[in-house]
């Protein structure tokens, strides 16, 4: 038996480097953007809500890849971005654990936007 899994991963433009929690696979796509927001937090609170996130931009690379949200230190476009994307996964018969997502403490409206567009996407 095959079935999709997700995972969150967040891209930190500064560092230049990823992020995203071990062996962290997801049953649904709105569990991996939720856990992605929750990352995007952990973002925010280290460079101290410097980042300056492209809620209109697009959403790019195909459902496999799926980049949904940029974000630029001190508004800077020239920079590297920092995002969040959803990976998608076979799960094989002994494949990978799903976990619980970890939840951001808090959700804006424009937030709620973009898992709402995400969840569609992958519909």
Do not use: C
């Amino acid at each position: 038996m095959t079935s999709m899994l997700y995972q969150a991963k967040a891209g930190d433009g500064f560092k230049m480097r990823g992020m995203n929690r071990r062996n962290s696979f997801f049953k649904t796509p709105k569990e991996a953007v939720s856990e992605a927001l929750a990352l995007k937090e952990k973002m925010d609170k280290r460079y101290e809500n410097d980042i300056e996130w492209d809620y209109n931009g697009e959403m790019t690379s195909s459902a496999n890849r799926m980049k949904f949200l940029k974000g630029y230190l001190g508004g800077d476009r020239k920079s590297k971005p920092f995002y969040l994307q959803i990976v998608t996964v076979d799960n094989q018969e002994d494949g990978f654990s799903v976990v619980s997502p970890k939840k951001p403490r808090t959700v804006t409206a424009k937030d709620k936007k973009v898992l709402n567009k995400v969840i569609k996407l992958f519909k």
